[in-house]
């Protein structure tokens, strides 16, 4: 049972446009969400996180919104750059069981 | 100057084999854990320890032994290897538990194929 869903594997962007990565999870009981950002043969680095009692963060180029009725969240990155391709990683937790649920990530590749 | 290490990186072994993989973190962390990416690529948790004492078991085969020897280390080691357990093995940390809002900070993982 996947209780946190990626279900684009892969996503391609052009350099300055934005990319929009989405994430859906199942369990209402999910109370803080972050994305990870995964680069070959290297561990998956901490992007951004936002909790349930917020709907948007913000931080440079970086966007996580929270819309909690639909289960969903995405990561908005603007303007992508080349560095930005990676694997990303929607994970959530709750308070009761104190761990990460991950996602299976999205291959993004942003190109010239 | 890593944050969280380990090994080895890549480690080829045959059924039947014990094999070990370390972890060290130089953050100063409560918690550890250990993770465990398949070939679908579904990150899990496997352990986590705090300040030594195991905190999360998550199903996992007792096969797979984790030991914490002080808060700054925790070793995996894994009995009897089989085909099914070549996967990526992520060692992490964070200050408190996955849920404080503390960030996770990763190792680079350890590719372990068995053959």
């Known amino acids: 049972d996947q209780q946190v869903k990626q279900n684009s594997p892969s996503l391609s962007v052009q350099e300055g446009r934005i990319s929009i990565l989405n994430c859906d999870y199942t369990?209402?009981?999910?109370?803080?969400f972050l994305w990870y950002k995964k680069y070959p043969a290297e561990g998956p680095t901490f992007l951004i996180s936002?909790?349930?009692?917020?709907d948007k963060n913000e931080d440079g180029r970086f966007t996580v919104f929270l819309n909690k009725s639909a289960k969903h969240l995405s990561l908005h990155i603007v303007p992508s750059q080349p560095g930005d391709s990676a694997v990303y990683f929607c994970?959530?937790?709750?308070?009761?069981?104190?761990?990460?649920?991950f996602g299976t990530g999205t291959r993004l590749q942003v190109f010239p | 100057d890593t944050a969280v290490s380990q090994t080895p990186k890549y480690l080829v072994t045959q059924m039947g084999n014990d094999k070990s993989i370390k972890c060290e973190q130089n953050?100063?962390?409560?918690?550890m854990y250990w993770y465990k990416q398949d070939s679908k690529k579904f990150l899990k948790i496997m352990f986590s320890?705090?300040?030594?004492?195991?905190?999360i078991n998550e199903t996992v085969p007792n096969r797979f032994s984790p030991k914490s020897p002080d808060k700054a280390h925790l070793n995996l080691h894994i009995n009897s290897l089989e085909l099914g357990d070549s996967a990526v093995y992520f060692c992490?940390?964070?200050?408190?538990?996955?849920?404080?809002?503390?960030?996770?900070?990763f190792g680079e993982g350890s590719w372990l194929t068995v053959v």
């Open positions: 936002i909790s349930s009692i917020k």
């Open positions: 369990n209402s009981m999910f109370d803080y």
């Open positions: 994970a959530a937790s709750h308070y009761n069981t104190d761990k990460l649920i």
């Open positions: 320890y705090n300040n030594k004492e195991l905190i």
């Open positions: 953050l100063g962390h409560d918690t």
């Open positions: 992490a940390s964070s200050p408190g538990g996955q849920h404080s809002g503390n960030t996770i900070y």
